[in-house]
């Protein structure tokens, strides 16, 4: 039996202004897919480890904006930014949510961007789960096992029309390797995992939690020392281009 098509809410019925405030989130999400933002709010993050929210004394995750884009805030003043960690990340979104996402077609569109199930599905593997104390996506991590893994994700809808549709969605993993005593060990235990990884996800084409992949790219790796965490870390980043039925 064929495999029914995800319902995602068609532009054809829906009000203008309503196209127009979409349009402007999806510009808004390129910006933060920017080389120049990336660099930003990764050294951002650098400086900055750990949330800045009182009383939180998290690793910091995300390069927020106080004043949201989309509410006009400065994409480019430091004044503007503040290092958050997931949970606080998630809580200021969860309010802003309420706010932004009132109609029939934002949620839709919301739950058919979600990819990162997918990939925690292509890596809850023994080849994976075996090497890690945990894999993670979704859910706060819990800050005390090593190593872990966190799996996120941003999403870039392309070409919305009846019948077919392309997503582009960045997803973003990140590895933190067991914590070592004299804090210059674990780099060799990272660089292993993401191998494992890799040879899971690049170039992999096929069906993954209800989601169709076109094909997965390792777009960006880099190897670091995490100061909070006081452990080796690897980024990976990468491009996973969904195909989806609209109408």
């Given at each position: 039996?064929?495999?029914?098509?995800?319902?995602?809410?068609?532009?054809?019925?829906?009000?203008?202004?309503?196209?127009?405030?979409?349009?402007?989130?999806?510009?808004?999400?390129?910006?933060?897919?920017?080389?120049?933002w990336?660099?930003?709010?990764?050294?951002?993050?650098?400086?900055?480890?750990?949330?800045?929210?009182?009383?939180?004394?998290?690793?910091?995750?995300?390069?927020?904006?106080?004043?949201?884009?989309?509410?006009?805030?400065?994409?480019?003043?430091?004044?503007?930014?503040?290092?958050?960690?997931?949970?606080?990340?998630?809580?200021?979104?969860?309010?802003?949510?309420?706010?932004?996402?009132?109609?029939?077609?934002?949620?839709?569109?919301?739950f058919?961007?979600?990819?990162?199930g997918?990939?925690?599905?292509?890596?809850?593997?023994?080849?994976?789960?075996?090497?890690?104390?945990?894999?993670?996506?979704?859910?706060?991590?819990q800050?005390?096992?090593?190593?872990?893994?966190?799996?996120?994700?941003?999403?870039?809808?392309?070409?919305?029309?009846?019948?077919?549709?392309?997503?582009?969605h960045?997803?973003?993993?990140?590895?933190?390797?067991?914590?070592?005593?004299?804090?210059?060990?674990?780099?060799?235990?990272?660089?292993?995992?993401?191998?494992?990884?890799?040879?899971?996800?690049?170039?992999?084409k096929?069906?993954?939690?209800?989601?169709?992949?076109?094909?997965?790219?390792?777009?960006?790796?880099?190897?670091?020392?995490?100061?909070?965490?006081?452990?080796?870390?690897?980024i990976?980043?990468?491009?996973?281009?969904e195909?989806?039925?609209?109408?």
């Amino acid at each position: 039996m064929p495999r029914m098509p995800h319902k995602v809410y068609s532009f054809k019925d829906d009000k203008p202004k309503q196209k127009k405030n979409w349009l402007k989130d999806q510009a808004d999400l390129k910006f933060y897919n920017t080389s120049r933002w990336r660099k930003l709010s990764l050294a951002y993050k650098m400086q900055h480890p750990v949330c800045e929210v009182v009383d939180c004394h998290q690793s910091s995750y995300y390069t927020d904006h106080i004043v949201p884009v989309s509410d006009g805030g400065d994409k480019w003043d430091e004044n503007n930014f503040q290092a958050l960690c997931r949970s606080c990340n998630a809580s200021k979104t969860a309010k802003q949510s309420k706010k932004v996402y009132t109609n029939k077609f934002d949620w839709c569109v919301i739950f058919a961007l979600m990819i990162g199930g997918a990939i925690y599905q292509l890596l809850n593997v023994s080849s994976i789960t075996s090497l890690v104390e945990q894999l993670n996506y979704g859910i706060s991590p819990q800050e005390n096992l090593f190593p872990r893994i966190i799996i996120s994700e941003q999403s870039t809808p392309e070409n919305f029309k009846d019948g077919y549709s392309i997503i582009n969605h960045d997803v973003e993993i990140n590895i933190f390797a067991s914590k070592v005593k004299d804090g210059n060990g674990g780099f060799a235990e990272a660089a292993n995992i993401a191998e494992q990884i890799d040879l899971i996800l690049n170039r992999y084409k096929g069906e993954s939690g209800g989601k169709t992949i076109q094909q997965i790219y390792l777009s960006n790796q880099e190897i670091l020392f995490d100061s909070t965490s006081q452990c080796a870390r690897v980024i990976m980043e990468y491009l996973v281009r969904e195909s989806l039925w609209v109408y």
